[in-house]
T-cell receptor, first 109, second 116 residues
Framework: KNEVEQSPQNLTAQEGEFITINCSYS?????LHWLQQHPGGGIVSLFM???GKKKHGRLIATINIQEKHSSLHITASHPRDSAVYIC???????????FGTGTRLQVFP | DSGVTQTPKHLITATGQRVTLRCSPR?????VYWYQQSLDQGLQFLIQ???????AKGNILERFSAQQFPDLHSELNLSSLELGDSALYFC???????????????FGPGTRLTVL
């Protein structure tokens, strides 16, 4: 069993829909990261969370430390949101990241 | 633009060869991380350097080595290359390397290595 599990693996949406991507992990963590990888390959850091909730524009990330679960929400999705979204956890007392397998999101106009 | 630079962008080489990938961290960042992204293994942590010293090691093969120089740029050396080493190699940097510190990591654009 992977230490970081993401669901769904693939997601298709119509423009304007509300999107949720889930991440569960099984190790103690210092922080959880949400990353975005576009088709060109580049990786962008979206959020780093250690508790609660963060919002940036149409993106919202939440984490529940007790349940070892995080969600990434995209409100009013847009075709430019099409990318792979990767959850990564920073294991407790280290800096190394353990990655989920990613969720491929396609948003159609 | 994350401020992290990697060269080269693409590298095509043959089995058995040796290559060097280069990474320059964001100005002021002391930690550099190397990651490998292959089709079958996904993203994996290879190694971390902090201010010139190795800080943490992950799934890095013995054929691979890295170092961080006094100007904080880092190089990842891959030798005796095999077909399975074909992957995207990313470096990332963060401000500190304090173990368990909650530092955002900024990723470079990656180097795509193809071994033929």
């Amino acid at each position: 069993k992977n230490e970081v599990e993401q669901s769904p693996q693939n997601l298709t949406a119509q423009e304007g829909e509300f999107i949720t991507i889930n991440c569960s992990y099984s190790v103690g963590i210092s922080a959880l990261h949400w990353l975005q990888q576009h088709p060109g390959g580049g990786i962008v850091s979206l959020f780093m969370l250690s508790s609660g909730k963060k919002k940036h524009g149409r993106l919202i990330a939440t984490i529940n430390i007790q349940e070892k679960h995080s969600s990434l929400h995209i409100t009013a999705s847009h075709p430019r949101d099409s990318a792979v979204y990767i959850c990564a956890v920073q294991a407790y007392n280290t800096d190394k990241l353990i990655f989920g397998t990613g969720t491929r999101l396609q948003v159609f106009p | 633009d994350s401020g992290v630079t990697q060269t080269p962008k693409h590298l095509i080489t043959a089995t058995g060869q040796r290559v060097t990938l280069r990474c320059s961290p964001r100005s002021g960042d002391l930690s550099v991380y190397w990651y490998q992204q292959s089709l079958d293994q996904g993203l994996q942590f290879l190694i971390q350097y902090y201010n010139g010293e190795e800080r943490a090691k992950g799934n890095i093969l013995e054929r691979f080595s890295a170092q961080q120089f006094p100007d904080l740029h880092s190089e990842l050396n891959l030798s005796s290359l095999e077909l399975g080493d074909s992957a995207l190699y990313f470096c990332a940097s963060s401000v500190s390397g304090r173990a368990g510190g909650r530092d955002e990591q900024f990723f470079g654009p990656g180097t795509r290595l193809t071994v033929l």
